[in-house]
């Protein structure tokens, strides 16, 4: 999925955040001062023409997990071309798929300096990540721009039947019953082979994240949060202990933000709702665990925002009969 948005890349979260640069390492000045702002992790070597230099962030900067530099110019003999291009956003769509990653911040590569021309790089990015389950988001500085290509994608998007987004859902819940965390485990397995992209600890947190950090992002990244609730999890929500007690500060906050028709967070119950349910959520109407395991249907149609009411038909004859009838008095 692909959108364009005025701003710059540094404006909001994402899993991989992409910088352009040149095959000497030098980048613009905007660029230059954010790297030094955040103490993003820079190459010390050159970056071939054409090439993307990965690299995890680790604690440094809490917008995005990892940053890309994209050798989109050429130092020497200036000016990009769109074969350059087109090689960058493969490796960028291979890194993506190969570390299980969602949102993709990156600028229009290759115009400025590169020579390019910010339809045509555009028109790029459209073709390149055509069927690219991931999301990708393109900053575009100039206002006035960004508006022109958003009126120029968004015709040309019509022509072409888009795949439905993967929503992207977080799953919290205790590790305490071995058998939850099993069954929590399996969930999110049966939810991504459905087609959403269900973020877990158990598959995406790697030795050396900041675990707080890591919980934070995912949490704010959420369309849906699904949670898990057990008696420990209830115990940890309402006393404020451990990973779970962390994710309810962050929670609480977002649900008050949002305000009460927020329908981000699901709840599911595991035995008893009253007892192991945190208090702040006993208000929401909850999905008992055996409702998901006899059809996970339902779950999935929350997820996705299917709508399962009948549709509106027409008002009976006699009703606008009686209706005009009285008018007419």
Request: aromatic letters at 8%; a negative charge.
């Amino acid at each position: 999925m692909l959108t364009i948005k005025p701003g710059s890349v540094f404006d909001d979260k994402c899993d991989l955040l992409i910088l352009p640069c040149n095959n000497k390492g030098g980048v613009t000045g905007w660029v230059g001062y954010e790297i030094h702002q955040h103490d993003l992790p820079f190459p010390k070597q050159h970056i071939p023409f054409g090439e993307v230099f990965f690299s995890s962030i680790q604690n440094s900067y809490a917008k995005a997990d990892c940053v890309g530099y994209a050798a989109s110019v050429n130092a020497v003999q200036g000016g990009s071309t769109a074969e350059v291009i087109t090689h960058i956003t493969q490796r960028i769509s291979h890194f993506r798929h190969a570390h299980d990653l969602s949102q993709v911040n990156l600028p229009l590569l290759g115009i400025g300096a590169g020579g390019l021309q910010a339809v045509d790089v555009l028109a790029l990015y459209q073709t390149q990540f055509a069927g690219d389950p991931g999301r990708y988001t393109v900053y575009v500085p100039d206002l006035r721009l960004a508006e022109m290509l958003q009126s120029h994608y968004l015709t040309a998007a019509a022509t072409v039947s888009a795949e439905p987004e993967h929503p992207r859902v977080f799953l919290s819940y205790s590790h305490k019953d071995p058998k939850v965390k099993t069954w929590v485990v399996a969930l999110a397995r049966q939810l991504r082979q459905n087609g959403v992209d269900a973020r877990l600890d158990h598959f995406h947190l790697k030795p050396g994240m900041d675990v707080p950090q890591w919980m934070t992002n995912e949490l704010i990244k959420a369309q849906r949060v699904l949670l898990v609730c057990d008696r420990h999890y209830a115990e940890k929500a309402d006393m404020r202990k451990a990973g779970v007690g962390w994710e309810t500060m962050l929670i609480q906050g977002d649900m008050l933000v949002q305000g009460e028709q927020n329908s981000k967070y699901i709840v599911i119950s595991v035995g008893d709702f009253e007892q192991n349910t945190p208090i702040y959520m006993k208000s929401r109407l909850a999905m008992p665990q055996e409702q998901v395991d006899a059809d996970i249907t339902g779950l999935l149609e929350l997820i996705f925002e299917v709508e399962t009411a009948p549709a509106l038909g027409p008002v009976p004859t006699w009703v606008q009969q009686r209706q005009s009838a009285g008018q007419t008095r």
